[in-house]
């Protein structure tokens, strides 16, 4: 039997007939509440995500929308959750060396940074 992990394994029910969605750090990113004939689900922010008719369906589109979050334009877009911002084209395995390694190409290094790079 293959076992996946599903945004619902992230869904604890407490009280009856309501979920807190939470992180690996115990951090709710959203809830989900039986109304009516289906689920009201919300992001943690309070804003709707949507109503949806299986809880499934409903933990998904908040897990959706949480990922969506950490990208850019996101409200916990680089450094907004404490750490600090990234520069995703600069990479350096081994800060005690006297080099560092480049995952861009070396005309947008020299581009942005407005020197020639060596390579």
């Known amino acids: 039997m293959i076992k996946k992990w599903h945004p619902m394994l992230a869904a604890h029910e407490q009280p009856t007939g309501h979920w807190t969605m939470l992180d690996s750090r115990d951090h709710a990113y959203g809830t989900i509440v039986v109304s009516g004939s289906g689920y009201l689900a919300t992001d943690a922010t309070g804003e709707s995500v949507g109503r949806f008719r299986?809880?499934?369906?409903?933990?998904?589109?908040?897990?959706?929308?949480?990922?969506?979050?950490?990208?850019?334009?996101?409200?916990?877009?680089?450094?907004?959750?404490?750490?600090?911002?990234?520069?995703?084209?600069?990479?350096?395995?081994?800060?005690?060396?006297?080099?560092?390694?480049?995952?861009?190409?070396?005309?947008?290094?020299?581009?942005?940074?407005?020197?020639?790079?060596?390579?």
């Open 54 to 119: 299986t809880l499934k369906e409903a933990t998904e589109r908040v897990h959706r929308k949480w990922i969506a979050s950490f990208g850019a334009g996101g409200s916990r877009a680089a450094g907004s959750r404490g750490g600090a911002a990234v520069q995703p084209e600069l990479y350096d395995p081994d800060p005690d060396a006297d080099t560092w390694e480049s995952t861009a190409p070396k005309a947008s290094l020299a581009a942005r940074f407005g020197t020639a790079v060596a390579g």
